[in-house]
């Protein structure tokens, strides 16, 4: 995951996500269910999703380098 300080708002819920769903995955894991895989799996995306640059804060010399 990418540090908290370079995310936007999006990005930030990415974070939110992952950590919610690997409190799932924990509550899945202890209740012996196979649920906790689809929960890990999501986890994982979330967390790994923050690195795409839709979810990173632009500065200005960035947003103007892209026209």
Do not use: H
């Amino acid at each position: 995951m990418l540090p908290w300080r370079y995310l936007n708002f999006k990005g930030k819920a990415l974070i939110v996500a992952c950590i919610i769903n690997i409190l799932c995955m924990i509550v899945f894991v202890q209740a012996q269910s196979y649920m906790c895989i689809f929960s890990g799996v999501m986890a994982m995306v979330c967390g790994l999703s923050t690195y795409n640059k839709k979810y990173q804060k632009q500065s200005a010399g960035d947003i103007n380098n892209e026209i």
